[in-house]
């Protein structure tokens, strides 16, 4: 029905205002509904939604084109910049356990999926071609480590069909926040499981003094000079990777095209790898300080223009056509979960470092806050620090993880 992008463009941001403006309200109504559904969740499926009545159509739009060659880049760059490592380490052993061994458990779980579903369903797995299910795997992976940024990232990287992709998005979605749910279970009774667990919770009264310190020395109001700096990081850095990035894939593919085979000679591949590199460079650099003026903000921005424009793309009738895709993404999560709770006992971590660890690499930084705030408002930036880690990681983890898979998938 709408094919003039600048009307879906429109029609994305006034969808992506009434979610957030709704899941701010202090409306009880509202309150109660974004208790149990989170807004991340609406961002993908009304722009799906949109999409299956044929309102919208991303086969009609040239948005997601737009999203991820320039504001995907700029999003990692903006994301990762404010990395802070120091902190990052000052926030305890534990939490980095638990967030390594998240990541761990998405990498391992997609191969091992694959192979638990091949003995008995290898049809469910298989696929050649751009639509082969391995390939639409490494986008959950790129979103279970990272984000939207790294799902996207993923799709051009290893060329991943639209119909595949689609019905991927509706599995990565609904998976996740099943997850996620469980996470804020297993917050409410929190007190309960460390005592079970026999976990030292003072870890976690000196991590929300030291947020709170850190947050109140770099918060600031923008200017506009502070505003066109930190699009002038995002955007230059993402101009630098794209030459590079052309550059690099033109000599590769020229020299050797065997590597192929490992999307080295992929322009997008080098894109974003550059685009996450630069971005961590600039961590250790002034430009750091760009996150107490909006930079995360920003690039926030930027991520979830990107995820409804993928959201056009989800394939919401995917439940019934493909029900053997959620059987993957359910063994997936299952064994990440499984990984996590073992090393959360070993160790004697508090529930909140778990919870916490999983979900920056499940829900990234659009979800860890919530998950972080359900144990105490102050600590929602943490979930932040630690989800922008995965963001870093995310293009990485991802990248080995579709390797895994590709070794694992039947023929």
Same mark, same amino acid.
């Given at each position: 029905?709408?094919?003039?992008?600048?009307?879906?463009?429109?029609?994305?941001?006034?969808?992506?205002?009434?979610?957030?403006?709704?899941?701010?309200?202090?409306?009880?109504?509202?309150?109660?509904?974004?208790?149990?559904?989170?807004?991340?969740?609406?961002?993908?499926?009304?722009?799906?939604?949109?999409?299956?009545?044929?309102?919208?159509?991303?086969?009609?739009?040239?948005?997601?084109?737009?999203?991820?060659?320039?504001?995907?880049?700029?999003?990692?760059?903006?994301?990762?910049?404010?990395?802070?490592?120091?902190?990052?380490?000052?926030?305890?052993?534990?939490?980095?356990?638990?967030?390594?061994?998240?990541?761990?458990?998405?990498?391992? @779980?997609?191969?091992?999926?694959?192979?638990?579903?091949?003995?008995?369903?290898?049809?469910?797995?298989?696929?050649?071609?751009?639509?082969?299910?391995?390939?639409?795997? =490494?986008?959950? *992976?790129?979103?279970?480590?990272?984000?939207?940024?790294?799902?996207?990232?993923?799709?051009?990287?290893?060329?991943?069909?639209?119909?595949?992709?689609? *019905?991927?998005?509706?599995?990565?979605?609904?998976?996740?926040?099943?997850?996620?749910?469980?996470?804020?279970?297993?917050?409410?009774?929190?007190?309960?499981?460390?005592?079970?667990?026999?976990?030292?919770?003072?870890?976690?009264?000196?991590?929300?003094?030291?947020?709170?310190?850190?947050?109140?020395?770099?918060? *600031?109001?923008?200017?506009?000079?502070?505003?066109?700096?930190?699009?002038?990081?995002?955007?230059?850095?993402?101009?630098?990777?794209?030459?590079?990035?052309?550059?690099?894939?033109?000599?590769?593919?020229?020299?050797?095209?065997?590597?192929?085979?490992?999307?080295?000679?992929?322009?997008?591949?080098?894109?974003?790898?550059?685009?996450?590199?630069?971005?961590?460079?600039?961590?250790?650099?002034?430009?750091?300080?760009?996150? @107490?003026?909006?930079?995360?903000?920003?690039?926030?921005?930027?991520?979830?223009?990107?995820?409804? =424009?993928?959201?056009?793309?989800?394939?919401?009738?995917?439940?019934?056509?493909?029900?053997?895709?959620?059987?993957?993404?359910?063994?997936?999560?299952?064994?990440?979960?499984?990984?996590?709770?073992?090393?959360?006992?070993?160790?004697?971590?508090?529930?909140?470092?778990?919870?916490?660890?999983?979900?920056?690499?499940? @829900? &990234?930084?659009?979800?860890?806050?919530?998950?972080?705030?359900?144990?105490?408002?102050?600590?929602?930036?943490?979930?932040?620090?630690?989800?922008?880690?995965?963001?870093?990681?995310?293009?990485? &983890?991802?990248?080995?993880?579709?390797?895994?898979?590709?070794?694992?998938?039947?023929?």
């Amino acid at each position: 029905m709408i094919t003039n992008d600048a009307v879906v463009l429109g029609l994305l941001c006034v969808i992506l205002a009434m979610v957030f403006g709704t899941a701010s309200s202090r409306r009880p109504v509202f309150r109660a509904f974004y208790k149990y559904v989170p807004s991340i969740l609406l961002c993908y499926f009304i722009p799906a939604l949109l999409s299956s009545a044929g309102i919208i159509s991303d086969e009609h739009s040239n948005l997601y084109f737009i999203a991820s060659r320039y504001l995907l880049p700029a999003c990692l760059v903006l994301l990762t910049l404010s990395i802070d490592l120091k902190a990052v380490v000052r926030l305890g052993p534990k939490l980095m356990v638990l967030f390594l061994t998240g990541t761990i458990g998405v990498i391992l @779980g997609g191969p091992l999926a694959i192979l638990i579903v091949s003995i008995f369903s290898p049809e469910t797995v298989g696929g050649q071609g751009p639509d082969a299910v391995w390939r639409g795997l =490494t986008t959950v *992976a790129g979103s279970w480590i990272g984000g939207g940024a790294n799902q996207a990232a993923m799709k051009e990287v290893f060329e991943v069909g639209d119909d595949i992709f689609g *019905a991927l998005i509706a599995v990565d979605v609904l998976v996740a926040n099943l997850w996620m749910a469980v996470l804020l279970l297993m917050a409410g009774n929190a007190q309960s499981i460390d005592r079970w667990n026999k976990a030292n919770t003072a870890d976690i009264e000196i991590l929300r003094r030291k947020m709170e310190e850190y947050k109140s020395r770099i918060d *600031a109001i923008p200017s506009l000079s502070d505003t066109m700096m930190v699009l002038a990081a995002g955007f230059g850095v993402t101009a630098i990777a794209h030459g590079c990035a052309d550059y690099l894939s033109e000599t590769i593919d020229a020299s050797y095209p065997a590597l192929a085979r490992f999307s080295l000679t992929s322009s997008f591949f080098w894109l974003v790898v550059i685009a996450t590199s630069g971005g961590l460079l600039l961590s250790f650099t002034p430009a750091r300080r760009l996150e @107490g003026v909006g930079a995360s903000r920003i690039g926030s921005v930027f991520l979830y223009l990107l995820v409804a =424009t993928i959201g056009m793309k989800m394939n919401v009738t995917s439940v019934v056509e493909y029900p053997g895709l959620y059987v993957v993404g359910l063994i997936w999560i299952a064994i990440h979960a499984a990984l996590l709770l073992i090393v959360a006992r070993l160790i004697r971590a508090p529930v909140f470092f778990l919870a916490v660890g999983s979900q920056a690499n499940i @829900g &990234g930084a659009a979800s860890a806050p919530i998950v972080a705030s359900a144990f105490h408002p102050v600590l929602a930036p943490v979930g932040v620090l630690v989800a922008v880690l995965g963001y870093a990681l995310g293009t990485y &983890g991802a990248w080995i993880c579709g390797q895994l898979m590709r070794l694992t998938a039947p023929m």
